[in-house]
Structures are given as structure tokens and as C-alpha cells.
């Protein structure tokens, strides 16, 4: 029985993270084409909020621009936006945290105390209040969003680097001579790569979510550039009349969180039956 139900969560496992895979490249390949297409400037009111069609396949906006066009541009900013917040969160939470773990008592307790200071407040109202302050842009998003992110990968990466500096093989390396950085990225930070990826799949979906939030209060990206949230927002007031114009952001939206919780999902099954 155990071996049979352990035979179907690796066949899940496998579907989920086959199908996240697929979504991503999905998502990738419409990033690239969002980020080919030029600007629209012409506005035709007179076709303003039509339903899609074969000439407009999603239909028109507000003010009668191509809808498809727009969620291609919001894709680009998208993507790239939530992999360069989670890159650069990830970056600094792993110095932070092998910081924390292989260093003294003292610093760990300082790196630990300015964590907790972070994370006591809502991830979200954080970054509303910090863009409220420095103004939408989009480096100020990434700003706001890495300064959020970070805490988490840094708390896991000195969780389990306090684990893995008393096992053997660090314990043997420190006996040979070897430093605190040689120990960090020779011998510890290699175990921890499926739990970054993991982490990492999981905090691509939530800065999506937040970035979504933020520009639909108008506080993430300028307005004149478009993005999933402001598109969401603009056509709220139309929710009635055109759906088209929530209805194809809110799904375009939801498949690509769901790509990056599949995945992750997926990756931590594979990494439960590795371990086991």
C-alpha cells in the first residue's frame, strides 16, 4: 500500500512539474513576443469596449486599443520583472543567511533581529508604503518587492546552514584548513539548491500577485505602461458591459501563478522522494 501511494505522488509529481515546465515556456515565449511589439498610440473610440473578433481576437479596450497587444506588453513586464525581484531577493537572502549561519553568535542575532523586523510587517503594505513614498517605476517595484523577499530565502538558507556546518563532510573540511566562504559554497550551499528552487517558484507567484495588486492601486508601474493590474483595473467599470477586458487578464494572470506553483509543488514532491 505504502509503495503503491508512494508510486502515485511521484506520478503527480512528475505531471505537476511537467505541466508548470510547459506553462513557463508558454509564458516565456509570450514575454519575448510582448517585448517585439511596439507601442499603440491610435485610439479607436469608435470600436471602444467590442467583444473579440478575428480581427481583434480578445477584442478592444476602453479606448478602442487591441487587448491581445497590451496583455502581450503586460507578459514582458511581467516576467521579467518577477524573475529580476526573485534573482536579486535570492542573491542577497542566500549571502545573508550562509552570513547568518556559519558566522558568530552576535551577527547572527543582528542578521536574525532585522529579519524579524521585516517580516513583522505585511509583505504587501510594505511595499505599498515604500512606493507611496519613492513613486511607481519599475526599478522602484523591484526596489520595494526585493526588499520584501529577501528575509524568506535568508531565515531558510540559516536554517539549514545550521544543520549542515555539524554534519561530517563540513566538520572534515573545517579539520583540513578550509574557511568559512570555502565551506559555505563548496560544501553546503550545493546541498541546498533544491530547496532554493522551491523557495524561488513559490516567491516568483507571490511578486506576481503583489505586483498585480500594487499597479491595480496604481502604485506599482506608471500608467502608461502596461501591466496585468492597471488592465484589471481599467476594466473593472466595464465589468458589466465588455468582460472580455477583465475576464482574459484575470486567467492570463491565474495561469502564470499557477505555472509557479505547479512547479514548485512539483519540485518538492521530487525532493521528498529523493530524500526518502
Known sequence: MNQRANSLGLNSSRLALRLGLLLGVVYLLLALIGAT???????????????????HLL??????????????????????LSIVVVASSAAIGILMGLWS??????????????????????????????LAAIGPSYWNL???????????????????????KSREFVEASKGFGSNRIHRAFRH?????????LIH???????????????????LGLPVETPSWGQLLNR???????APHICLAT?????????????LGDGLRARLAVKSN
Not at 477584442?59 to 511581467?78: I, W, Y
Not at 520595494?144 to 544543520?163: D, K, P, S
Not at 476594466?235 to 458591459?241: N, V
Open 37 to 55: 511589439l511596439a507601442p499603440e498610440t491610435e485610439l479607436n473610440l469608435e470600436a471602444r469596449l467590442s467583444a473579440p473578433s478575428a480581427s
Open 59 to 80: 477584442g478592444l479596450d476602453e479606448n478602442g486599443q487591441d487587448l491581445l497587444k497590451q496583455l502581450l506588453q503586460s507578459a514582458f513586464l511581467s516576467v521579467s
Open 101 to 130: 549561519g556559519l558566522a558568530s553568535a552576535r551577527v547572527d542575532n543582528l542578521v536574525m533581529r532585522t529579519i524579524e523586523i521585516l517580516q513583522a510587517f505585511p509583505t504587501f503594505l510594505f511595499a505599498l508604503g515604500l
Open 142 to 164: 523591484v526596489l520595494a518587492m526585493t526588499i520584501t523577499t529577501w528575509a524568506g530565502f535568508a531565515r531558510l538558507i540559516r536554517g539549514e546552514a545550521l544543520h549542515l
Open 188 to 196: 553546503i550551499l550545493p546541498q541546498l539548491n533544491g530547496l532554493i
Open 200 to 218: 524561488s517558484s513559490y516567491s516568483v507567484a507571490g511578486v506576481v500577485i503583489a505586483e498585480a495588486g500594487l499597479s491595480f492601486l496604481g
Open 235 to 241: 476594466g473593472r467599470p466595464y465589468l458589466m458591459e
Open 250 to 262: 484575470g486567467l492570463l494572470l491565474s495561469g502564470y501563478i499557477l505555472c509557479f506553483y505547479l
